[in-house]
């Protein structure tokens, strides 16, 4: 499985798994931003090279420096990114490869998938089931964001946590989608990290990295 999403990473807090994320180069991974925002340096770990949270094989790198993004957010997830500067490159193989960034913004007829694990329970660190250990890749409809919006209408604050910039995909499989960090792959470039799931029938929602790709280039210069 991990040969088949070999860009996939295990973002660790103490040896346990807490999100997923994105191998862009050697030394550096893109994830959710509430996945280090809050963790010291000496306790967030990188693990590639897997198909399991429980870590029977694999690499684990340490992390050097993470830089979040600026505008990242609690009230809204159009930049709720956080980039990890690992203190040693990782050595690609079959397991463990970077992943190209999008380079135009998504089609909605495209081909997407979601890559992560299912169903984490933030910020306990545990998962609902032992199913859950095991990484899943799944066929997603990308879904309007006009539409997305209108479904996750909070009526309490009025207002909506997305905006046109994010990326929403509806789930095919039933399947909870709490690993933040997860992967959007489209036509097999990078391009969302999980910054909304859920077990319910609404869509997950997607930072959209081609609104991005100039902050990432420009915090990721040398590597």
């Known amino acids: 499985m991990v040969e088949d999403v070999p860009w996939q990473a295990s973002i660790r807090y103490d040896d ?6 994105a191998i862009l180069s050697t030394k550096y991974i893109v994830t959710n931003s509430d996945c280090a925002s809050m963790i010291p340096l000496s306790n967030l770990k990188v693990a590639v090279g897997i198909s399991s949270w429980i870590m029977e094989s694999g690499t ?6 993470v830089t979040i993004h600026p505008q990242s957010s609690r009230n809204k997830y159009v930049s709720n990114l956080a980039l990890l500067n690992l203190c040693e490159p990782l050595k690609p193989s079959n397991k463990i490869k970077e992943i190209q960034l999008i380079d135009k913004q998504p089609d909605l007829l495209a081909i997407a998938t979601s890559v992560g694990f299912t169903a984490l329970r933030w910020p306990t660190f545990k998962f609902c089931s032992d199913s859950s250990a095991h990484m899943r890749k799944q066929n997603v409809k990308l879904y309007d964001v006009k539409a997305c919006i209108a479904e996750h209408y909070n009526w309490i604050v009025k207002g909506s946590a997305i905006t046109d910039q994010n990326i929403c995909a509806a789930k095919q499989d039933k399947g909870c989608s709490f690993d933040k960090g997860s992967s959007l792959v489209i036509d097999g470039k990078l391009a969302g ?5 859920e077990c319910l029938a609404k869509t997950d929602v997607f930072v959209n990295l081609f609104h991005h790709t100039n902050w990432i280039k420009d915090n990721t210069k040398g590597n």
């Open 16 to 21: 346990n798994h807490i999100c997923s994320g």
């Open 60 to 65: 684990v790198a340490g992390v050097c420096k």
């Open 193 to 197: 990290v999980l910054a909304q799931g």
